[in-house]
């Protein structure tokens, strides 16, 4: 099955996260190189400066990796589209596709990317709140504080868009995208076409509440996996077998078993059980 244009969301840049953290940390930069000149470029420093600094842990903000260097620099990785950062253990990695490499001590970081779309940016620590991506991303959904109160006054700065170009928006919630506000939208029971003042108190409650729970449950699921999604170690995610709605147009509602449809909403399209999702 291929989905053109559906591009890493929370759950598989998370997956990519936990595996990085698990084994990058210690590992030290000698060299960064990159074979397409915007995948690669230093803000406020320069690139030889992450030489010999190692990787003290690997954060994630919506759907941007934040790779962290003794403390004093970042790297922050774009994935956008086609973006792929895969650990490269033999040296084998590298192909037609790759743009930048990240060599280690141990080991190297190959970034791949078809669309050329991504970017990797390396900057002090000190900025990486400022950077024009992340300064206005909007809450973590994951984080405990996360509430129906914060979706809400989120959601009010939207109020004649669409819940799904709402959800879209990483300044209402960070790193939903295309899959997910689709996923997100059936378990909340609530139509994708809605506008965002038409919401009641409970809508926003649900919505907060399945925000959590199918971003969690893609987590485990290892993420889903479209034309070009592969985590760190090469490997693909297993959400979309147990997708409610994305991807499963004409099949039945897991729920009522009335036919998936599939339309478009904020330019996208949307797949939705019209009985379930009438409101
Ligand atoms: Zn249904």
Not at 88 to 115: H, S, W, Y
Not at 187 to 215: F, G
């Amino acid at each position: 099955m291929v989905h053109y244009g559906t591009m890493p969301e929370l759950p598989e840049v998370e997956s990519i996260r936990r595996q990085l953290d698990a084994v990058l940390v210690g590992r030290r930069l000698v060299d960064l190189t990159s074979s397409w000149p915007k995948t690669l470029v230093a803000r406020g420093t320069t690139l030889t400066a992450a030489h010999g600094l190692a990787i003290d842990g690997v954060d994630r903000r919506g759907k941007v990796l934040i790779l962290g260097l003794d403390g004093h620099l970042a790297l922050l990785v774009h994935l956008r589209m086609t973006g792929q950062l895969l650990l490269d253990e033999t040296g084998e990695l590298e192909g037609p596709k790759t743009r930048c490499v990240i060599t280690m001590d141990r080991g190297a970081l190959v970034f791949n990317d078809q669309r050329k779309f991504g970017r990797l940016v390396l900057l002090p620590a000190s900025l990486v709140a400022e950077d024009p991506l992340l300064a206005r991303m909007g809450p973590e959904p994951l984080e405990t504080s996360f509430s129906a109160q914060i979706l809400s006054d989120h959601l009010r700065r939207h109020r004649s868009i669409s819940v799904k170009a709402a959800l879209l928006d990483q300044s209402t919630v960070a790193g939903i995208g295309n899959i997910y506000a689709d996923e997100i939208l059936f378990a909340s029971e609530v139509n994708p076409a809605r506008r965002c003042d038409q919401l009641k108190r409970r809508d926003i409650e649900r919505l907060a509440t399945a925000i959590v729970a199918v971003l969690s449950r893609a987590i485990n699921a290892g993420g889903s996996t479209m034309r070009d999604y592969r985590d760190a170690n090469g490997a693909q995610g297993n959400y979309l077998e147990e997708a409610a709605v994305f991807a499963r147009t004409g099949q039945p509602c897991r729920r009522c078993s009335a036919s998936i449809i599939k339309v478009r909403v904020a330019g996208r399209g949307t797949h939705l059980c019209p009985s379930c999702q009438s409101r």
